[in-house]
């Protein structure tokens, strides 16, 4: 009995987190756009996750002059890369023009998908690349490198 009335509740929680908590709509099509240009990198020491990074490419959701690539970056990590410089990112082997910090309620974040209050939000901006194809690596000291690779048109004519 205990049992079968421990499986329900735990049922009844599973389902109750499943709920719309972030009331993220599918049928948005502007949110499935954002959804394709974000990519997510892990960075592992040994058995432990040392750095979690979202990317967001962001040219198709601004309305400017698109002279240079930009994206926003969150990062889940201990280290404070931005100021040590414990990791390294380029774009396409290019290093980037400049990079700020996002306050929390800064509206540019309306052009990701998804938030989370425990992250840290970087703009990062790269001189324009005449190439469809980008690439943002991420790599740190110890010579860990992940690669996350952009479109900036639409990836299925690409494959």
């Known amino acids: 009995m205990k049992k079968i009335l421990f499986y329900a509740i735990s049922f009844l929680f ?11 709509s599918y049928q948005n099509s502007l949110s499935k756009k ?3 240009k974000t990519q997510k990198a892990i960075l592992y020491d040994q058995t432990q996750t040392d750095l979690i990074l979202t990317a967001t490419y962001i ?14 970056i969150s990062i889940s990590s201990d280290k404070t890369w ?18 700020k910090k996002l306050s929390p309620d800064n509206p540019i974040l309306k052009l990701i998908p ?44 690409y494959q």
């Open 14 to 24: 599973f389902f109750n987190s499943c709920s719309d908590i972030y009331n993220f």
């Open 59 to 72: 040219n198709d959701f601004e309305h400017k002059n698109n002279d240079t690539e930009r994206f926003i």
């Open 34 to 36: 954002k959804l394709i």
């Open 114 to 157: 998804l938030k989370n209050q425990w992250k840290n939000y970087y703009l990062i901006e790269f001189e324009h690349i005449e190439d469809n194809k980008l690439y943002l690596s991420i790599s740190d000291k110890v010579n860990r490198t992940v690669k996350l690779y952009f479109s900036k048109k639409a990836k299925y004519i």
């Open 82 to 99: 931005l100021y040590n410089r414990d990791f390294i990112i380029t774009l396409n082997e290019l290093q980037p023009l400049g990079f």
